[in-house]
C-alpha cells in the first residue's frame, strides 16, 4: 500500500465515521424530540405544580398561625390556672384562720 492509496483509505474511513455520526446524532434527536402535545402537557404539569407548591405554603402558613394561636391560648389558661391556684391557696388559708378563730371563740366561751 502506498502513500496515495493510504491517504485515500483513510479519507473513506475518516467520511464513513462522520456518515454514522451524523446519523446516530439524527437518530438520536428524532426519538428525543418534544411534540407540542407534550409540551401541553409539561406546561400543564407545571401549573399543576405550581398550584400544589402554593396550596402548600398557605397550609404551612395556616398551621404556623394556628400554632401560634394556641401556644398563645395555652400560656393564658395556665396564667389564669395559676392565678386560680394562688387564690384557692389563699382560700384555704383564710378558712384554717377561721376555724382557728371560731376554735378559740368558742374555747373561750
Do not use: P
Not at 438520536?28 to 406546561?43: N, P, Q, W, Y
Amino acid at each position: 500500500m502506498n502513500r496515495t492509496e493510504f491517504i485515500v483509505a483513510t479519507a473513506i474511513i475518516l467520511f464513513i465515521a462522520f456518515c454514522l455520526g451524523w446519523f446516530a446524532y439524527w437518530l438520536i434527536h428524532r426519538f428525543t424530540r418534544v411534540s407540542k402535545a407534550d409540551m401541553g402537557e409539561l406546561e400543564k404539569m407545571a401549573q399543576e405544580l405550581h398550584e400544589a407548591e402554593e396550596a402548600r405554603d398557605q397550609a404551612i402558613t395556616y398551621l404556623q398561625q394556628r400554632e401560634a394561636d394556641l401556644t398563645n391560648q395555652l400560656h393564658q389558661t395556665e396564667a389564669e390556672l395559676r392565678a386560680a391556684m394562688d387564690g384557692l391557696r389563699e382560700a384555704r388559708h383564710e378558712a384554717e384562720e377561721m376555724r382557728a378563730y371560731v376554735e378559740r371563740v368558742n374555747a373561750a366561751q
